[in-house]
Every structure is written in structure tokens, then in C-alpha cells.
């Protein structure tokens, strides 16, 4: 089985800046992709950004906000900066093509979430 852990959510002040993480747990080989995705109030779940060797970024944090990933940790973070008001939402961690088990077998989840984590930001 896989998890995702999240965490560095809370309340920010507008312009400010935050750190979330997301560490993957079990007995885990390989990733392709992990990433974040958020859900505002009343607004369906959008991408934010993902890494597979490469950071994508939707236009919306383009500029403000890094991902990067310790693959030796199963991590990921994303740094946003310049916050808004805006960025109010549940952000949610997302893992794509995860390979667990043993050297005897290896099964692959085409894609787990985590629970989410609440990033507020003031006005």
C-alpha cells in the first residue's frame, strides 16, 4: 500500500509565502510524477503543478511557485510565494505511477492522493 502525507498547510497573509510537503510512505521503487492539485470552496479539484523529472506549472502559479522533489525521500514540496487570496483551497498531493512491493513482486498504483491539506490566505 501507498500514502501520502501532507503537510505546511495553514494561514498565510496575502504576499506572503509557504511550504508545503508531501512524502510518500511504503515499500515504495519508483514514482513518475508527483505533484499538487487544490480545491477551492464550491470549485471543482484543479492542477497546480507536478514533477517527472520535469516541473509543470498551471498558469495560475506560474511564476510564484516552485516544486521540487528529494526522490531518496519519496518527497515533494511546492513553494509558493506572492500568495493570494485566490490560492485559498484544499491542496491535495498527487502521486502517478507508483511501483511498491518486493523484488518478488511489484504491483503499480496508476495514481494515489493524499488527504489534503488547508492553505488559507488572508486578505
Known amino acids: 500500500q501507498v500514502q501520502l502525507v501532507e503537510s505546511g498547510g495553514g494561514l498565510a497573509q496575502a504576499g506572503g509565502s509557504l511550504r508545503l510537503s508531501c512524502t510518500a510512505s511504503?515499500?515504495?521503487?519508483?514514482?513518475?510524477?508527483m505533484g499538487w492539485y487544490r480545491q477551492a470552496a464550491g470549485k471543482e479539484r484543479e492542477f497546480v503543478a507536478t514533477?517527472?523529472?520535469?516541473?509543470h506549472y498551471a498558469e495560475s502559479v506560474t511564476g510564484r511557485s516552485t516544486i521540487s522533489r528529494d526522490n531518496a525521500k519519496n518527497t515533494v514540496y511546492l513553494q509558493m510565494s506572492n500568495l493570494k487570496p485566490d490560492d485559498t483551497a484544499i491542496y491535495y498531493c498527487n502521486a502517478k505511477g507508483v511501483a511498491v512491493g518486493t523484488i518478488f513482486k511489484i504491483d503499480t498504483y496508476r495514481e494515489v492522493w493524499g488527504q489534503g491539506t488547508l492553505v488559507t490566505v488572508a486578505s
Open positions: 511504503g515499500s515504495i521503487f519508483s514514482i513518475t510524477a
Open positions: 514533477h517527472d523529472g520535469t516541473a
